[in-house]
């Protein structure tokens, strides 16, 4: 079945560096990549998405590209700041009669001061 | 606006026992989702619905059934609760493919 690998699984940076993690999707039908964050406690919640029509997208400290040939995309965050600390999801949905999800297993990002 | 909610936040349940989760959205939205949460894991989406009345599979739905009876309610149901099912819960809702909105979620152990 479909899937997306995330890497890394735990992620350690100092304040001020700069992060990436990264998705490989197998399902070559996706067109939406969206990339959640979920703090202790807490639903996860969108921080960024591109679609299958655009390269890349950013938004202030947040960046992702998506390269549809290899399957892959990535989020970047730069100046990262201790609240950044969290977990980050990628997703990917294709169209299958209705929008289905998959999920990466997520990244825990530690923002050291 | 409430967004979306989950009722309830937390339950134990004894192997075999049956119960319902409930969420309500205030958004308008046509799709709803189920996922589960474990270790390692990530999210995996049990069952979603893109509209009122209707449903269908996700990644994992064996041991588990929802039902859509009005648009702005999903119901999760546990038959016949199994230790494998303990888990955190989320809910959430969307515009079609568009980002999905998720509720405060529901730890669920069943001993």
């Known amino acids: 079945g479909e899937n997306v690998e995330q890497h890394p699984s735990t992620l350690s940076v100092q304040e001020g560096d700069s992060a990436v993690i990264k998705c490989t999707y197998s399902?070559?039908?996706?067109?939406?990549f969206p990339w959640y964050k979920q703090e202790l406690g807490k639903g996860p919640q969108l921080i960024i998405d591109?679609?299958?029509?655009?390269g890349e997208k950013k938004d202030q400290r947040i960046a992702v590209t998506l390269n549809k040939t290899a399957k892959h995309f990535s989020l970047h965050i730069t100046e990262t700041q201790p609240e950044d600390s969290a977990v980050y999801f990628c997703a990917c949905a294709a169209y299958t009669g209705g929008f289905k999800t998959i999920f990466g297993a997520g990244t825990r990002l530690f923002v050291k001061a | 606006n409430a967004g979306v909610t989950q009722t309830p936040k937390f339950r134990v349940l004894k192997t075999g026992q049956s119960m319902t989760l409930l969420c309500a959205q205030d958004m308008n939205h046509e799709y709803m989702y189920w996922y589960r949460q474990d270790p390692g894991m990530g999210l995996r989406l049990i069952h979603y619905?893109?509209?009122?009345?209707?449903?269908a599979k996700g990644e994992v739905p064996d041991g588990y059934n929802v039902s859509r009876l009005k648009k702005q309610n999903f119901l999760l149901g546990l038959e016949s609760a199994a230790p494998s099912q303990t888990s955190v819960y989320f809910c959430a809702s969307s515009w079609g493919d568009n980002e999905q909105f998720f509720g405060p979620g529901t730890r669920l152990t069943v001993l």
């Open positions: 591109i679609r299958s029509n655009v």
């Open positions: 619905s893109v509209g009122e009345g209707t449903t």
């Open positions: 399902d070559s039908a996706s067109n939406y």
